[in-house]
């Protein structure tokens, strides 16, 4: 890898302003909404920059207060965003949150129709931040926004390519944002292009059709795809990993949720940055530990410091319940 490298990470991708009633309401019945700010490779940045790396995030914004206001807040926890892209046009994505209470479900609505970031153009990127960057990192969230978000995830991957920068990447298929058929032969493209990947075992299944174990299905990906990592995130289960022909396993973490949007993000950082200091097994520890984490914090952000995930890691290993900091 070039000696050049003074980045850790850099990410691509869309950020939101996210809107939910207090208290379980229903958005139908609310009085008021909580506006927070969330994107999945900002939410992973976030965290990758409180753990202590140096971290930049790309996206198109809309110059706007909106857009301002989330530019301020992933700035505020130390990502740079000088890299992001202003515009006049276009609008700055909403979407609305109501958690549920069994048996009523979460819900999400979505109002990112003509976004700035879905107009981005492939000759938008600055190309010497991603030579610069040791991994470049984003998801199949932003690859389905549009045709020219496509595009440019591709070219981004490919400078990344040549430069010797590791692609990162997270297939997180979203119904709403597009059918299977069109997932399959855009993300099939796209893994070409991928060194690390995280994917739910559920999502692979469903969209690139490769089924069997957990196992299987790792090690089929990794070797169709010439993975250096391929990660499987098996919801209650843990999650899988496979690098060189060598199966890693990560136990789950007990979880009292409070807020799950974002744990994916966190257990994708957590993964990273476990990873390039210690490897696969770390990578999987610290994701899932992450994760559970970030199921107890309100809002997209996983806030945390690397001793608490420390923590949870050698507790679970004593069987350790948690208690009162003091």
Request: include cysteine; charged fraction near 30%.
């Amino acid at each position: 890898m070039s000696g050049s490298k003074e980045i850790d990470v850099v990410s691509l991708g869309e950020t939101m302003i996210r809107y939910s009633p207090k208290d379980h309401n229903r958005l139908e019945q609310a009085e008021k909404l909580e506006a927070k700010v969330g994107g999945t490779e900002s939410n992973f940045s976030v965290l990758l920059s409180q753990l202590g790396m140096k971290v930049v995030w790309i996206s198109k914004l809309t110059d706007n207060p909106l857009g301002r206001l989330i530019a301020r807040k992933i700035r505020g926890f130390g990502v740079d965003t000088s890299k992001v892209i202003w515009t006049k046009n276009y609008r700055v994505g909403k979407y609305y949150l109501e958690f549920g209470k069994p048996p009523r479900p979460t819900k999400v609505i979505y109002d990112r129709k003509n976004s700035a970031i879905s107009n981005i153009q492939p000759d938008e990127l600055d190309p010497e931040v991603i030579e610069a960057g040791r991994i470049f990192h984003t998801t199949g969230i932003t690859t389905a926004l549009s045709e020219s978000c496509k595009k440019t995830v591709l070219k981004a991957m490919g400078k990344a390519g040549e430069d010797e920068t590791k692609v990162s990447f997270d297939l997180n298929y979203r119904s709403k944002l597009w059918g299977l058929s069109e997932a399959k032969d855009t993300l099939e493209d796209v893994l070409d292009l991928v060194d690390l990947l995280m994917a739910d075992k559920t999502d692979v299944e469903k969209v690139l059709k490769i089924s069997g174990s957990s196992r299987e299905v790792a090690e089929t990906l990794a070797n169709r795809f010439d993975l250096e990592v391929s990660v499987l995130t098996l919801g209650g289960e843990g999650a899988i990993a496979v690098e060189d022909g060598k199966v890693f396993e990560g136990k789950p973490f007990e979880i009292e949720e409070v807020d799950r949007i974002g744990a994916g993000d966190a257990f994708d950082a957590g993964f990273i940055y476990g990873y390039q200091r210690s490897g696969v097994q770390k990578g999987l520890d610290y994701g899932l530990a992450a994760a559970a984490l970030k199921h107890t914090i309100p809002g997209d952000l996983a806030l945390l410091r690397e001793e608490e995930i420390e923590d949870v890691i050698k507790r679970r290993a004593r069987k350790e319940k948690s208690s009162v900091e003091r």
